[in-house]
Each structure stands twice: as C-alpha cells, then as structure tokens.
C-alpha cells in the first residue's frame, strides 16, 4: 500500500509515496526550499510542488512544525511564520492540492510513530523520546509505544534560552561550531530531558542522524542509551503516509 507523505520543515519542504508494507520511500523524495517568510500561502505552494511532481491524486499526510490538534488546527509555529497560528491546515492544504484528503500531524511525532513502528525504537517499551535536531527541536513521547501528542520539549529552557537555540542543528551552524563542541550542547540538553523523564531510549532523528559517528561518541554522562534514528530524515515523510492512512 502506498500513501503520499510531505514533511514540511522550517528550510525545505519534502515528500515522496511511501509503501507502507515497507516503512521506507516507494521513490526518490522531491524536495523544494522553504519560502521566506513562510505564511501559509507560501508553504502551501511549496507542499503542492512537491505533489505534483509526481503526478499524485490520492491522500497525501502532511507534517507541521508545531503543535497540530485534530490533525488540522495549528497551534504554534515556532520556526515558520506566526500567521500559521489557528489556521485550519488541512482545509487550506487540501484546497490546495484540489481536494486531496489531507492529514496534518507534528512533524516530530510523524518521524516517532515511524521509527517506534519501522525503526530505532520498534519492540521497545517504557519511555522512548525521539528528538528531531534541525531548524529547531522536535520531540515525539512514547510510553509503552503510546505517543503522548505535542511535547515540544525543544522549548524547555537551557541556560536562560530556549534549548533549540543553544542545541539545535541550525544553532551548529549559526556559530560554527565543531561537531565535539556541538555535542556538548547536545549532552546538556539530554542530560536536563532525562531529569525529567528518565526515558530508557533517546533516538536522535532530524538531518544530523545522517552524521550520528560525528558527535554521538562525545556525549557522556547521559544514562539512557542514546541511538539514531534508522530513517533518518525520511522519518517524518514516513509517518506522515503512516498517519494520513488512518484518516486522523
């Protein structure tokens, strides 16, 4: 079975069909930049792009960066434009893909559902959190494999600041920093999650799974087993078909 899936991110915009029976990409992703500034309008011509680009006419799941009720409403939008805020995405997203069902999910829960269902935290139970490092950070709360929806532990505070702007992959590159120095960020961050929720697995997730040898060997002192996400950044992509199958 094949579903449409776009995760829609704070710089580029990517979808591909996903085979379902695989948990993986049925073709090559097709990825287009984020507009500056990213109203809603904007985004919603990247998202149908990217659709078009191959042709598709079935239900298409889309990922948001922010916190998504009832698989339409947008609550925050934290690494796109404010004017996101209490738009009812899946009508404008479906207007604008001439109808197509569309399903909107949190575009770090996406990429949780398919890794604790076809990746890093498959048969695991007890607290697993993946954490998306890229724009910003997104995170996915699984207890016993049941996600708790919209955490947005990303926003918690480190050292006076949020923690994606001290921990994020774009915080990486905005003050250049080596890949050691970086995971030292990244390791203060974990070790105040873990604080919190003591979770038995970190999966780390986001463009930088791709690079996990660079940094995930510097981090130190974290008592949960920290591994990378098997799908890499085609996680959210992957949940967002997941999602859109279902219908919620």
Same mark, same amino acid.
């Given at each position: 079975m094949?579903?449409? #899936? @776009?995760?829609?991110? %704070?710089?580029? =915009?990517?979808?591909?069909?996903?085979?379902?029976?695989e948990g993986d990409l049925a073709q090559e992703?097709?990825?287009?930049?984020?507009?500056?500034?990213?109203?809603?309008?904007?985004?919603?011509d990247g998202v149908k792009e990217v659709v078009d680009h191959f042709g598709w006419t079935g239900p298409v799941?889309?990922?948001?960066? #922010? @916190?998504?009720?009832? %698989?339409?409403? =947008?609550r925050t939008a934290a690494n796109v434009d404010k004017a996101w805020i209490?738009?009812?995405a899946r009508v404008l997203l479906g207007d604008r893909l001439g109808g197509l069902p569309v399903t909107v999910v949190n575009d770090a829960d996406a990429a949780g559902v398919a890794e604790m269902h076809?990746?890093?935290?498959?048969?695991?139970?007890?607290t697993v959190i993946l954490l998306t490092f890229?724009?910003?950070i997104g995170s996915a709360l699984f207890v016993d494999g049941v996600l708790v929806p919209n955490t947005?532990?990303?926003?918690?505070?480190?050292?006076?600041?949020?923690?994606e702007k001290h921990a994020s992959s774009k915080a990486r590159e905005d003050h250049d920093l080596s890949w050691e120095e970086w995971a030292r960020r990244v390791q203060k961050y974990l070790a105040h999650v873990e604080m919190l929720f003591s979770p038995e697995l970190f999966v780390i997730g986001g463009g930088v799974?791709?690079?996990?040898?660079?940094?995930?060997?510097?981090?130190?002192?974290?008592?949960?087993?920290?591994?990378?996400?098997?799908?890499?950044?085609?996680?959210?992509i992957v949940g967002a078909a997941m999602r859109a199958a279902t219908g919620v």
């Open positions: 094949q579903i449409f #899936g @776009v995760d829609i991110g %704070g710089s580029g =915009i990517k979808g591909a069909p996903v085979d379902l029976d992703r097709h990825k287009v930049l984020t507009p500056h500034p990213a109203t809603p309008d904007a985004v919603a799941g889309i990922t948001f960066p #922010g @916190v998504v009720t009832d %698989g339409a409403m =947008i209490d738009t009812d076809f990746g890093a935290g498959r048969h695991r139970r007890g890229g724009t910003g947005e532990l990303g926003h918690l505070e480190l050292h006076g600041h949020e923690a799974s791709r690079k996990a040898h660079k940094f995930l060997p510097h981090i130190e002192g974290v008592k949960a087993e920290i591994v990378p996400a098997q799908l890499q950044n085609n996680a959210g």
